[in-house]
Structures are given as C-alpha cells and as structure tokens.
C-alpha cells in the first residue's frame, strides 16, 4: 500500500489517523486518538502507549493511504 502525507490541523484529524509534529525532518509517526479537555490524546503505533499534548490547534503531517 502506497501512502502520501499532507499537513492538516490536529483539530480536523478522525480517531485512528496516522500523524506526525515533525513537519520538516524525518516524520514520527504516531496515531491520533482524542481531544479530551483540551489536550490531544495519542498513542505510539508500535507499542499502544498513550501520550498526552496541550498543542491544540497545531498544523502536523498526516498521512494517507492511497489504494
């Protein structure tokens, strides 16, 4: 499966997207999980452990599976 990867607000991402902070080096990938009380609920993709980040509104890289 081939991706591509677009910049978008956290705020627009779905439960289960692939996203990264880093915009400019290489990417590390995390999945999106909620917003939750302002802070943005993520989780590590290899190993499901969950992280928390007050940065609302930010622009990160997502990626996109293209079939």
Known sequence: M???EEFAKINDLQSG???SFRT???PIWWRFIEINDREVVYEEIKNKYRHNS???NSI???RI???
């Open 24 to 26: 400019y080096k290489k």
């Open 2 to 4: 081939k991706t591509k």
């Open 65 to 67: 599976s293209i079939k």
């Open 60 to 62: 990160v890289l997502k």
């Open 17 to 19: 997207d692939i996203f």
């Open 54 to 56: 007050t940065l609302i």
